[in-house]
């Protein structure tokens, strides 16, 4: 019996010794590269353009009134995919010249739709001018959905200078502007 019990011992340790020194493992490496991107675009409801007309005053004396001052339809879209504790911004830029005796305000709204990641945080009413001013800060690698809905709904608001000798300036006539907007490094 204790032979029996040697010879079964020695049969599973040449077994064990056998599947031991049988295995053996291969590998390779795998690579990801995910590039930077920085992609943005304005996606409108109703149309590209946005109007702003006034109104005559009813009465002598009393001054022109801005007839439905706020207006809104314009959507931002953007992708990011930036290096680490990178962030960007949106900045918006006026091409061409504001009428004297005008103020121009942008506002974006809080990021909707179906936008996943570290979307951008919208600043409050922004005075718009030739240079540029941030409308969307802190945006790290994300992306907001793409067409109306999605996004960043913008608002625009036309108001008459509250400077008192601003006013003189206003002077019948047609303004076309171009807002330019950017996506670019927050640094």
């Given at each position: 019996m204790k032979l029996l019990d040697a010879i079964s011992c020695f049969i599973f340790f040449i077994i064990f010794q056998f599947a031991a020194s049988a295995q053996e493992s291969a590998r390779h490496e795998l690579k990801i590269d995910i590039t930077e991107v920085a992609l943005l675009s304005l996606q409108a409801e109703n149309g590209d353009d946005v109007n702003f007309e006034t109104v005559q005053p009813?009465?002598?004396?009393?001054?022109?009134?801005?007839?439905?001052?706020?207006q809104s339809g314009i959507w931002i879209n953007y992708s990011s995919i930036v290096k680490t504790d990178q962030r960007r911004k949106?900045?918006?830029?006026?091409?061409?010249?504001?009428?004297?005796?005008?103020v121009l305000k942008v506002k974006a709204s809080e990021n909707q739709g179906s936008g996943k990641g570290r979307l951008g945080e919208p600043l409050s009413w922004v005075t718009l001018k030739q240079g540029a001013v941030d409308v969307i800060s802190n945006i790290g690698s994300c992306y907001t959905g793409r067409g109306v809905q999605n996004g960043h709904q913008i608002t625009y608001k036309v108001e008459l200078d509250d400077e008192s000798d601003q006013y003189a300036y206003l002077a019948e006539g047609n303004t076309s502007l171009q807002i330019l907007y950017t996506l670019t490094d927050d640094n």
């Open positions: 009813e009465v002598a004396g009393q001054s022109i009134e801005i007839q439905q001052n706020e949106v900045t918006a830029s006026v091409v061409g010249d504001i009428p004297k005796g005008i």
